[in-house]
């Protein structure tokens, strides 16, 4: 029957290739990041950290701009974000995410015997590396089809990001990895086992212009440009006044819930 239908299974390997390739990009460029900052003035640090937040900025809001071709019924795309945003903060902040990244970087920190802002890194390398429409389509599309030209892609960015970062805020960048592969292997393997159910979505093209998709990589552009705006904070030295990124997290599940319960309201 999956011969019938084009689809075959695949080795785990291949459903992780993507993965693993976007592992060794954050590890070099953090190598690279850790061999070059340290020659760096603290200036010139903090100036490269501002620019990758504009081009971070850019980014998210390219992003956000999916949620105008979608509506819930009635319901505009940016107001379900809206609504997913607030409902996903409050989930986070119940569950205390932004708190449990922070410990899980200092159980890392200490356990490797990281210092300086080691924490900081890994909570911001985290989240700008998984949050974002790269990582859903990625994951499936490498793990439905073993075609991992998306991570490829995003690899890509995401060397030249944790190169910057890891300028500013140490190794700690380099250990994202972790989440990395948890989040993103986790995801390609999660498709390769329900492929058999999931052909229909199997083409990229198709994938990036679902409207599930769509709420999804709004909601993340916006959760990316708050990620944005820490790292400006973090290039002017406030870090005090960051927005609490992490326990928006959840909003990337609500979206697409709050697209279904609209579309069936309205």
Known sequence: MHAALGWSPMSLLSQVSGTL?????????????????????????????QTLSLVTLFIGLDMAGSLNRVTGGVVPGVI??????????????????????????????????????????FVAASLLFCVGPMTVVGGLQNGLTGDSGTYVLKSTLDGIASLALAGAYGIGVGFSVITVLVLQGGLSLAAGAFAAGLLGG??????????????????????????????????????????????ML????????????AGRLG
Do not use: H
Not at 22 to 36: I, Q
Not at 87 to 104: N, P, S, Y
């Open 21 to 49: 390739i976007n592992v060794a990009a954050v590890l070099l460029g953090t190598l690279l990041g850790l061999t070059l900052g340290g020659r760096l003035p603290e200036r010139t640090q903090r100036t490269l950290l």
């Open 80 to 121: 379900l974000a809206l609504i997913s945003l607030a409902l996903g903060a409050v989930i986070g902040e119940a569950l205390g995410i932004e708190e449990g990244l922070t410990r899980l970087g200092e159980r890392l920190r200490r356990r490797f015997q990281g210092g300086g802002r080691f924490t900081e890194g």
């Open 202 to 247: 199997a083409d990229p093209g198709v994938l990036k212009t679902n409207a599930y998709v769509l709420m999804i990589t709004g909601a993340g552009g916006l959760i990316i440009s708050g990620i944005s705006w820490n790292l400006m904070l973090a290039g002017l030295g406030w870090e005090d006044r960051r927005v609490r990124v992490g326990s």
């Open 250 to 261: 959840p909003a990337l599940v609500v979206a697409p819930l709050a697209l279904w319960v």
